[in-house]
């Protein structure tokens, strides 16, 4: 951690931190993932687990997520890790990858 004067510890750049797969944010991250997926149809079932890589470049963060989705609810969930880009300046979200793991 770096320490700001009068302000207390900071984010080191490029610092690692784990989420809150209950955390409204991660979720509506998750949701941004399923919307930009060329496969639209898709229904999030849950974040299953993530982390944020803060602070690279010009103090974005990237949402490295693993997350369950389907198709509807009478099917089984199948697992996706997608990276999520949160760019700072203008608090916009890019969708990096979208992996299907099994």
């Known amino acids: 951690m770096v320490d700001f004067p009068h302000m207390g510890p900071g984010p080191v750049i490029g610092e690692v931190i784990g989420i809150q797969v209950n955390d409204p944010r991660v979720k509506e991250i998750a949701e941004f993932a399923l919307k930009q997926h060329a496969e639209q149809n898709l229904i999030l079932a849950g974040v299953d687990a993530g982390q944020i890589v803060m602070g690279i470049p010009k103090w974005n963060n990237y949402y ?36 299907p793991l099994f």
């Open 64 to 99: 490295n997520l693993i997350i369950s989705a389907k198709h509807s609810s009478h099917e089984f969930s199948k697992f996706y890790n997608v990276v999520v880009l949160e760019t700072a300046s203008d608090n916009s979200l890019k969708l990096v990858s979208f992996v």
